[in-house]
């Protein structure tokens, strides 16, 4: 009795959107950071005017993310935690890779 064995590959697709979200989850999570630099509704994917971008070149992401900054923090420091921080984030929880996270400072946030 000959037992054949047949390979199904599978793959799950990650929507834009859970990308979007995560990357805002972790860059608000950031100490320092103030918000967003712009609003996140439903057409802010669709008319590319989001300050969340997410560019697929096949499995791997490029993420822009807009951010406004609390007076009197590092810019620096901040961009790079939020750098780290999506990066990590949105690799851990859907497993898609990140090639580079670009932080945009859209402006200061004076409290």
């Known amino acids: 009795m000959e037992v054949s064995k047949e390979v199904v590959k599978s793959r799950l697709k990650i929507s834009d959107d859970v990308i979007i979200t995560i990357a805002r989850l972790a860059a608000l999570d950031v100490k320092g950071v103030a918000g967003l ?3 996140i509704n439903k057409l802010s ?3 590319k005017s989001g300050p969340i971008k997410i560019s697929m070149m096949g499995d791997v992401a490029a993420i822009d993310i807009s951010i406004k ?3 009197g923090e590092k810019v620096c420091n901040i961009a790079q935690d939020v750098q780290t921080a999506v990066k990590e984030n949105v690799q851990n929880m859907t497993g898609v890779t990140v090639a580079r996270v670009n932080v945009i400072i859209s402006g200061v946030v004076f409290e």
């Open 37 to 39: 630099g712009g609003e």
């Open 45 to 47: 994917k669709i008319s």
């Open 69 to 71: 900054v609390k007076n």
